[in-house]
């Protein structure tokens, strides 16, 4: 049973940090490139960071500067460290795992809101 399930959202001031966590299971993570969307509300999810199998990183041009994403692969989990946070970062953040030819399995998403 695939499992993603993420954490560490929660409420922040205008230049603080919040460390996002996603947990998966029920797959072969290594093979998998991962992925932190953002969804805030009235807008489209938009992808905010990628780390592929190989162990490439790219970012949305937002958060370049700002938010780091990191795998590790001996504990199958996926981190977003995100730094100097706007209110504009304020949204729902969902992890997604994604592989050529397989499906993308989705977490259910973290809320992350930045106070002015």
């Known amino acids: 049973q695939v499992q993603v399930v993420e954490s560490g959202g929660g409420l922040v001031q205008a230049g603080g940090s919040l460390r996002l966590s996603c947990a998966a299971s029920?797959?072969?993570?290594?093979?998998?490139?991962m992925d932190w969307y953002r969804q805030a509300p009235g807008k489209q999810r938009e992808l905010v960071a990628t780390?592929?199998?190989?162990?490439?990183?790219d970012y949305a041009d937002s958060v370049k500067g700002r938010f780091t994403i990191s795998r590790d692969n001996a504990k199958n989990t996926v981190y977003l460290q995100m730094n100097s946070l706007k209110p504009e970062d304020t949204a729902v953040y969902y992890c997604?795992?994604?592989?050529?030819?397989?499906?993308?399995?989705w977490g259910q998403g973290t809320q992350v809101t930045v106070s002015s």
């Open positions: 997604a795992a994604h592989r050529l030819n397989y499906n993308t399995y």
């Open positions: 029920g797959f072969i993570f290594s093979l998998y490139a």
């Open positions: 780390a592929t199998s190989g162990g490439s990183t």
